[in-house]
């Protein structure tokens, strides 16, 4: 076997000495913490966003297409063809149930049948920013009397049924930006070969989400 094969990133908590919220904000907080790399070094101070993390959905057909959404995102001024995706802000909900959650609000879909694609940091020297993306099949639509009624942002929410493939060539060519459609794509195409029978089952554990550890601060703090 390749001495390469079975790396992986490991938790690594260090000495915290202090940490406070510097701003509070609708979504997430920005908090700045003191800690040592070292018992005798020298403290450091890092800011970051503390964020609820987040799930992502790339729902697949039996024709193998998969389903985009075109959304308005503000802060890059641009509308992006992403895959349905929310955040975990539901205090103790399984990770599957919420992803199953937003796949209904955002796309009016259920599925039966699911799988872990991949898990990401979106910015790990900035934000604790925790992503899952999985992969949703056995689609069904959610009765119209049963849809969320989306607003704001989501009111102007387009679909777009493609090709698994034409999805990994958007993702090329540089047509998509979405950090959740990218690695959501690729990895799909990257398992697909296997009859995605080497993909996770939905279920499958998630140590890396900040829920799942002692050692990371849940709620508010202070210095």
Not at 177 to 201: D, T
Request: proline fraction near 6%.
């Amino acid at each position: 076997m390749s001495e390469t094969r079975g790396f992986a990133d490991e938790q690594s908590p260090r000495r915290l000495l202090s940490s406070s919220v510097e701003y509070t904000g609708r979504v997430w907080d920005v908090v700045s913490e003191k800690f040592q790399l070292t018992d005798d070094g020298e403290p450091l101070v890092r800011d970051y966003i503390r964020h609820p993390g987040a799930v992502a959905i790339l729902a697949m057909n039996d024709a193998g297409q998969v389903l985009l959404i075109n959304q308005y995102r503000h802060p890059v001024r641009m509308t992006l063809w992403e895959i349905p995706a929310g955040l975990l802000d539901i205090d103790g909900e399984d990770f599957q149930v919420g992803a199953a959650r937003e796949l209904a609000e955002e796309a009016d879909i259920e599925a039966s049948e699911w799988n872990v694609l991949t898990d990401l940091f979106l910015s790990p020297g900035s934000s604790r920013e925790a992503l899952r993306i999985y992969l949703a099949r056995g689609i069904t639509e959610v009765p119209a009397a049963d849809r969320h009624a989306r607003t704001d942002e989501e009111a102007e929410i387009r679909f777009l049924w493609v090709d698994l493939d034409d999805a990994v060539q958007a993702a090329l060519d540089g047509r998509l930006h979405s950090p959740s459609a990218v690695a959501g794509v690729l990895a799909a195409a990257a398992a697909r070969p296997s009859g995605f029978a080497n993909l996770r089952p939905g279920d499958a554990p998630w140590p890396e989400h900040h829920s799942q550890h002692s050692t990371w601060p849940q709620g508010p703090v202070s210095s």
